[in-house]
């Protein structure tokens, strides 16, 4: 059965770090292309950065330069590293397949299927 688990969530002061993991099971993870989503209450889900199977890594500019997506191939995770954590990154995180992507004009855009339960991020004070 397909599946991810997110860990690494929590509660961090403005400026902090987290890292969050996406363990997979069940897929061809080598090939799996993986996006990270949050979604804050009230709010529509929003995906924030993304990592092919080849590598190749995408981020929403809300989140560049901030955080950084990575894969293990061996272990089958994918990790979110977030540094410089700002308040209105408090959401719930989750991560899923990517079932549909596309390139247009420089602007990535993933459409997404299975995913887990997700971890909870609050940034407060």
């Known amino acids: 059965e397909e599946a991810f688990v997110e860990s690494g969530g929590g509660m961090v002061q403005p400026g902090g770090s987290l890292r969050l993991s996406c363990a997979a099971s069940?897929?061809?993870?080598?090939?799996?292309?993986v996006t990270w989503v949050r979604q804050a209450p009230g709010t529509g889900p929003e995906w924030i950065s993304a990592?092919?199977?080849?590598?190749?890594?995408f981020y929403k500019d809300a989140v560049k330069g901030r955080f950084t997506i990575s894969r293990d191939n061996g272990k089958n995770i994918v990790y979110l590293q977030m540094d410089s954590l700002k308040p209105e990154d408090t959401a719930l995180y989750f991560c899923?397949?990517?079932?549909?992507?596309?390139?247009?004009?420089?602007?990535?855009?993933?459409?997404?299927?299975?995913r887990g339960q997700g971890t909870q991020v609050t940034v407060a004070s």
């Open positions: 899923a397949r990517v079932s549909f992507s596309s390139y247009l004009g420089g602007t990535y855009s993933p459409r997404w299927d299975l």
């Open positions: 069940g897929f061809t993870f080598s090939t799996l292309d």
């Open positions: 990592i092919t199977g080849e590598g190749s890594t």
